[in-house]
C-alpha cells in the first residue's frame, strides 16, 4: 500500500510551517512560545514523513 497522498499532505503542510515560522520570527518581536509551538509541530511532520518514505 503506497503512502504517497499522505506524505504528500505532509509535505504540505511543512512547508505551511515553516512559511508561518519565518513570518513569525521576521517579526519585530517574534512571540517566543508561539515560534517553539511551530517549530515542534514542523519536527513531529518531518519525523512522520521520515516514517513513511520507504527505506533506501
Avoid at 499532505?9 to 509551538?37: K, Y
Amino acid at each position: 500500500m503506497t503512502q504517497q497522498p499522505r506524505l504528500l499532505s505532509l509535505q504540505e503542510r511543512h512547508a505551511t510551517l515553516e512559511r508561518q515560522i519565518a513570518a513569525e520570527g521576521s517579526r519585530p518581536q517574534p512571540d517566543a512560545l508561539s515560534l517553539g509551538r511551530l517549530k515542534r509541530a514542523k519536527l513531529r511532520l518531518k519525523e512522520e514523513m521520515q516514517r513513511l518514505r520507504p527505506a533506501r
